[in-house]
């Protein structure tokens, strides 16, 4: 199985693909002071292999990598992602 983890900023959004199969898709909206992720989808013949969790992470290391601005976590499941990862708060606005 080949994963591939791609950030696309013209689309808002960051995917992930299983051998070529779009697979889960993390949508966001960003201004000049936060990164709202406000959606993420996993396809369902993909969902319990853990590949939306992958993809948060993903999204998460990018933002802190490559940006100044702080994460919103409107999606549920990004919510419940930083709360399993209370270490990465940090990234969070105080909105």
């Known amino acids: 199985m080949s994963i591939e ?3 696309e900023p013209e ?3 960051y995917t ?4 070529g199969q779009l697979a889960v898709v993390l949508d966001y909206k960003a201004n000049e002071h936060a990164i709202s992720m406000t959606r993420t989808f996993t396809v369902p013949s ?4 853990k590949l939306a969790a992958q993809l948060v992470e993903f ?7 490559n940006d100044s601005r702080r994460i919103v976590p ?3 499941y ?3 992602w930083f709360e399993a990862h209370g270490e990465r708060g940090h990234l969070l606005s105080e909105r």
């Not at 993909?46 to 292999?49: A, E, H, K, V």
């Open 5 to 7: 983890l791609a950030h």
């Open 11 to 13: 689309a808002s959004r």
């Open 16 to 19: 992930l693909t299983v051998d």
């Open 46 to 49: 993909f969902r319990g292999q």
């Open 59 to 65: 999204a998460v290391d990018d933002v802190e990598a």
């Open 74 to 76: 409107m999606c549920w």
């Open 78 to 80: 990004v919510a419940d």
